[in-house]
Each structure stands twice: as C-alpha cells, then as structure tokens.
C-alpha cells in the first residue's frame, strides 16, 4: 500500500511523465539556467501538492515524471510549470527576448505526457 498516497475521500497513483523542450529546442538549459529551472519546477510541483519523482534537465529538452493528485488538471499544472519559469527566466534575464532567441516565448506551444502504469521502472 506504500506505493499509494492518500486525500481525505480517495487512494490513488497517478504517475505522468512529462517532456517539453524549449522553443526552436535551443541548447539553453545548462549552467544556471539550468539551476532555476530545476528549483523552480520543484517549488512550483510542491505547491500543487505533487511530488517530484525523477526530473531530469538536459540542454534542449526536460524529463519530469511525477505524481499528481486526482483534484490537479494536467494541463493546468504544464500551464503552470512552462508559464511561471518562463516568466521568472525572462526577468532574470532579460537577453533571452532578444532575436534570434525566443521572442515572448520561452518554450514551444506543445509537450508530451504519458501515464505511468506498474512498469515505472522501464523508464
């Protein structure tokens, strides 16, 4: 029963594996850019009452696979993650609007999630 967590009225394991890349998948995610983005997925993960399991930051692309409460929409929580880190990324530094870079836009429009059944160890 240890691999289930608990809310007031239900039991649940809702693992999802997330991958999202920056836009035009730019080798920008190294050094401290790097740092805040981890910090900041982590933070912001605790504050929706999800738990970060893996999270993996490479420079062009960002692994995340982490459990998620039945009451938090998936889409709401990528919303939350790509909008705030960008938004903190750009006031921090504020080079990365300039063309040829990004523009307002930090990360593409799109990303990937799958569920994560019994065989998490797979991946």
């Known amino acids: 029963m240890s691999k289930y967590k608990k809310l007031s009225h239900v039991i649940y394991k809702c693992d999802y594996h997330f991958v999202w890349v920056p836009k035009y998948r730019l080798r920008i995610l190294k050094g401290v850019i790097k740092t805040l983005v981890e910090r900041d997925i982590r ?14 930051v490479q420079e062009d692309h960002v692994h995340l696979l982490v459990s998620v409460p039945p009451k938090v929409s998936i889409s709401k929580l990528m919303g939350i993650l790509k909008g705030k880190i960008a938004i903190k990324l750009f006031k921090t530094y504020p080079k990365l609007k300039e063309k040829p870079y990004l523009g307002n836009h930090f990360w593409v ?4 999630v799958s569920t994560v059944g019994l065989y998490e160890e797979m991946i």
């Open 109 to 112: 429009r799109g990303y990937f």
């Open 43 to 56: 933070s912001l993960c605790e504050l929706k009452s999800c738990e970060v399991q893996e999270l993996n």
